[in-house]
């Protein structure tokens, strides 16, 4: 499996550019691609990638999406003069033409329908499209914000037809709104699009009303557009994880695509001079992953704004490593989602919970409290936004460059019983180094006084060896398979604590005691998905989620998994996630490899994962994921039962106030203490 990732690039679309002086649309150059693909190339990453040769899209294609009359408007372009293309830029709004664009647009077109036959025909699983011209903001005549052809909803138009597909989700998180896209889709239930962009009350480029949040959809497709307006600048890595955590993937799951395409703009990053957020080039390691495995990893990305020459680079790097398999990157520091974006989130939230049944018990918001398009209160500070325009052009932002992520040699190693045979790909642990003699006579000592076991004490130290592994960086991740997972667990645990300064956070999933002694130390913080009632606990690093029908109820499962365990373990930032199959705990297989593709978003992927020694045949499927390839796609879920996304909510409530990232409102007192 695995698959591979395709990469689309041909130099040919470098060769137009801006022909005379027009300060709106300076900032698309040739050489945005250009430093995109150096950056790919220096970094080993372009190597690494499948090559697919683009191809011009044919009129049939371009039809799809766009007039007759348009096209034929379009098509004239290669043969004006300079003056006839500035006169026919006129007519629309922030673009230009140049006689190559034709040429270029209709390749870009085809690259971004290369990258999706590629996936379809499973020839890669995943990949990126380095495109110029854009093309979210084009609408069926015209041309807009650099945009001529509607690449993505041209692919999205196409997959439909060619392969019948179902449901697709387009993701957009450039920082613009692709309107163009939404129009397109706005009343097709089978096309799922999601959009946060850069809004400020309307006063934000393309100005538009229908970019808020209350426009869900029209007819058969209310409830499949998303937008989540930012109203203020200066947007973090925590408030786009939060949106990601309590938004999008929460419906993206209930929805259940049969292909994922990304509108993969890059202006949302620091130091865009037309986003001016602060999320950092690593993030986007992060969106990548959390996507890749919905629609069984078929996920295209495209390219589409960005236009600060270090931090395009940089994004497009980690979207492609993630995008190859890498586990992405620590986060460190998350700060708490701001009032504004709270406040966005709410709203999106509340428009959206009569459609989706994740968001059914949301907070409700009245129609007179729609914030998001409340006038600004005289003396009322928005200190992310008002600064003097001088200030705002010469204030460069600098962020220190993502370290280079190096992966361990070894990717996947199991500890296992002998008569478990070992899966292709994975190295098998079973003569464990020699551990010192102090560790030893522990392990002796508090776990097999009673048992004069010498198996166990090898298993033990297996265990041990594998994560002093992990730690050194020498293996990524693994599994273990034991004779008494609680034992197992209670000694890792110890071991990670004595050891080392650092936090594991611990998963366990089905019911049983966890037999660990929860401190307000914060060494470790346990999350616990069962059917069993613990709620009497009261730790912050306690999180019991006990869902009516346990793990085997798969839609209440991912919500808690999606909207408490994620934003957490962003919070908590672990440096080892201990996955734990408690006995009989009812989990199927495709739900199990789910959280074990998401959770390698922490800790740079390691993972170390136990299971208890009859639950032989799920092994595979657990090596498979761990390995990185893509978790089968669940089936379209069932609405999550209300009880199990209350039970949710009530640990959300609960916790909000110590884990900033589970907040979901802007109420009174949950904005952070430093006025963000
Ligand atoms: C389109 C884009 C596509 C007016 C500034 C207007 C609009 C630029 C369009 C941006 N003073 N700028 O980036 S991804
Ligand atoms: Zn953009």
């Not at 698309?28 to 690494?48: F, I, M, N």
């Not at 899966?423 to 048992?451: A, H, M």
């Not at 761990?626 to 949710?648: C, H, K, Y």
Request: with cysteine.
């Amino acid at each position: 499996m695995t698959m591979g990732t395709a990469l689309i690039y041909d130099e040919e679309m470098t060769k137009y550019k801006l022909l005379w002086v027009d300060p709106a649309c300076k900032i698309e150059v040739p050489e945005r691609l250009t430093v995109s693909h150096e950056a790919l190339v220096r970094d080993g990453l372009a190597e690494r990638c499948i090559p697919i040769p683009v191809r011009e899209a044919t009129e049939a294609d371009i039809l799809l999406v766009h007039s007759e009359e348009y096209l034929e408007a379009v098509k004239k372009t290669p043969y004006m003069t300079l003056e006839d293309l500035k006169e026919f830029t006129l007519q629309y709004g922030d673009v230009y033409f140049h006689p190559n664009i034709y040429h270029c647009a209709k390749l870009a077109v085809g690259s971004a329908l290369q990258l999706l036959d590629s996936v379809m025909t499973g020839k890669v699983r995943n990949g990126m499209a380095l495109v110029r011209p854009p093309g979210h903001h084009s609408m069926r005549s015209a041309a807009s914000g650099f945009c001529v052809f509607n690449n993505v909803a041209i692919a999205a138009r196409y997959a439909k037809q060619k392969y019948g597909l179902k449901r697709i989700l387009i993701v957009d998180w450039d920082i613009h709104h692709g309107q163009g896209v939404q129009h397109c889709f706005e009343d097709d239930p089978s096309v799922l699009y999601f959009s946060w962009h850069r809004y400020e009350h309307q006063k934000f480029w393309p100005n538009l009303r229908e970019s808020d949040y209350d426009n869900v959809g029209k007819e058969n497709g209310a409830g499949y557009n998303i937008n989540v307006p930012w109203n203020k600048v200066g947007m973090e890595n925590g408030d786009y994880l939060s949106v990601f955590c309590h938004v999008l993937l929460p419906v993206a799951y209930e929805f259940c695509p049969d292909l994922v395409l990304v509108c993969a703009g890059f202006d949302s990053a620091i130091g865009d001079p037309e986003g001016e957020m602060c999320a950092t080039p690593d993030i986007f390691a992060h969106l990548t992953h959390l996507l890749m495995n919905l629609a069984g990893g078929k996920l295209c990305c495209v390219l589409e704004g960005g236009y600060n020459l270090t931090s395009l680079p940089q994004s497009v790097c980690q979207t492609v490593q993630t995008l190859l398999g890498d586990p992405p990157p620590r986060l460190p520091s998350l700060s708490a989602p701001c009032k504004s974006a709270l406040e966005s989130l709410e709203c999106v939230r509340s428009a959206h919970r009569q459609y989706w049944s994740c968001l059914k018990h949301a907070a409700n918001l009245p129609n007179s409290h729609v914030s998001t398009k409340r006038i600004k209160l005289p003396g009322e500070e928005d200190e992310r936004t008002e600064m003097g325009e001088e200030e705002k052009s010469t204030e460069e932002k600098v962020w220190p460059e993502p370290p280079k992520r190096l992966s361990p040699p070894i990717r996947s190693a199991l500890v296992l019983p002998d008569d478990v045979a070992l899966p292709d790909r994975c190295q098998r642990i079973s003569s464990p180094e020699e551990l010192d003699p102090l560790t030893l006579s522990k392990l002796r000592e508090n776990f097999l006084k009673d048992v004069d076991d010498c198996d166990a004490l090898t298993t033990l130290s297996s265990i041990i060896t594998l994560v002093e592994k992990m730690e050194k960086n020498e293996i990524c991740n693994g599994l273990a398979v034991v004779h008494s997972v609680t034992m197992a667990m209670m000694c890792v645990v110890q071991h990670v604590g004595v050891t080392l300064s650092n936090r594991v956070l611990v998963v366990c999933v089905g019911n049983g005691r966890v037999p660990i002694h929860i401190s307000e130390d914060g060494k470790t913080l346990v999350v616990q998905i069962s059917s069993e009632d613990a709620e009497e606990q009261t730790s912050k690093f306690y999180v019991p989620v006990c869902l009516k029908k346990g793990c085997s109820d798969m839609s209440g499962f991912i919500q808690a998994v999606l909207g408490l365990l994620l934003p957490l373990g962003y919070e908590y930032e672990p440096s080892l996630v201990l996955l734990v199959q408690m006995p009989k705990s009812g989990v199927c297989d495709s739900m199990w490899q789910q959280l074990i593709g998401l959770l390698q978003c922490f800790a740079q992927g390691h993972t170390l994962v136990l299971m208890q020694e009859n639950e032989k045949a799920c092994v595979g499927p657990t090596a498979s994921t761990l390995l990185g390839d893509p978790a089968p796609p669940l089936e379209q879920l069932q609405a999550p039962l209300s009880e199990d996304v209350e039970a949710v909510e009530r640990q959300r409530r609960r916790l909000q106030a110590d884990w900033k990232l589970l907040q979901t409102t802007a109420a009174a007192g949950s904005g952070g203490a430093d006025g963000r």
